[in-house]
């Protein structure tokens, strides 16, 4: 078992952690303001679900695979990388609307919670984050390394889900306001754009 005095400020640093601008945080906010706080929340559930990922990976050492094969590396890279610049496109075709007559179909629940999903795992990154972060706070003589690695991820999801969720509220009202604006519909799609291009070519460069 973990001791119990690490656990506060595991959490507080994982929260900080979540605050500091990133991938992950920065793809909530912009689909959080172009699709809404639903929108937001369901890439946040994706995100989660990715992180759970990864926690199994390190956990059972999986992660250790990805960081010593530069091929592996690669391919989750530029997937990921692929995925984010897909994401850039679908933001600057989107149409415009206002009023309930004219509004364009929505993206449905399952495509935004798959896009956390694909998101958060195709940035190896996480797992070569959580390979350094997670070990500080365990201890081969409090048990078994993995229980306490899955209690850290655990830990971890839940400071992510409040950060993120928050992310999610707060863009989320804002785009709401921008929605009743034409104009204002195709700044906030060219602005997502623009981060989904960033952060594709963030990964994209990325070495291990």
Do not use: C
């Amino acid at each position: 078992m973990i001791d119990q005095n690490l656990l506060p400020a595991f959490f507080v640093t994982s929260v900080i952690l979540a605050l500091s601008p990133g991938p992950d945080n920065l793809f909530v906010l912009a689909q959080s303001a172009q699709n809404g706080r639903t929108a937001g929340l369901l890439v946040t559930l994706g995100l989660a679900t990715g992180l759970i990922g990864h926690t199994v990976a390190v956990a059972f050492g999986l992660a250790a695979i990805v960081h010593s094969s530069a091929l592996a590396f690669a391919i989750l890279k530029f997937f990921g990388a692929a995925y984010l610049l897909y994401l850039a496109w679908q933001a600057l075709r989107a149409g415009t609307s206002i009023g309930e007559q004219e509004r364009l179909p929505s993206l449905s629940r399952g495509s935004l919670y798959r896009r956390g999903i694909v998101m958060n795992l195709t940035n190896p990154k996480v797992s070569f984050f959580f390979m350094a972060f997670l070990p500080q706070f365990a201890d081969p003589h409090h048990g078994s390394m993995m229980v306490q690695f899955f209690m850290l991820g655990a830990l971890f999801i839940m400071a992510t889900l409040l950060v993120f969720s928050a992310i999610s509220f707060l863009a989320g009202g804002l785009g709401d306001k921008f929605r009743n604006s034409l104009f204002a519909q195709k700044v906030v799609n060219k602005i997502a754009a623009v981060i989904f291009i960033g952060l594709a070519l963030k990964l994209a460069i990325s070495e291990r």
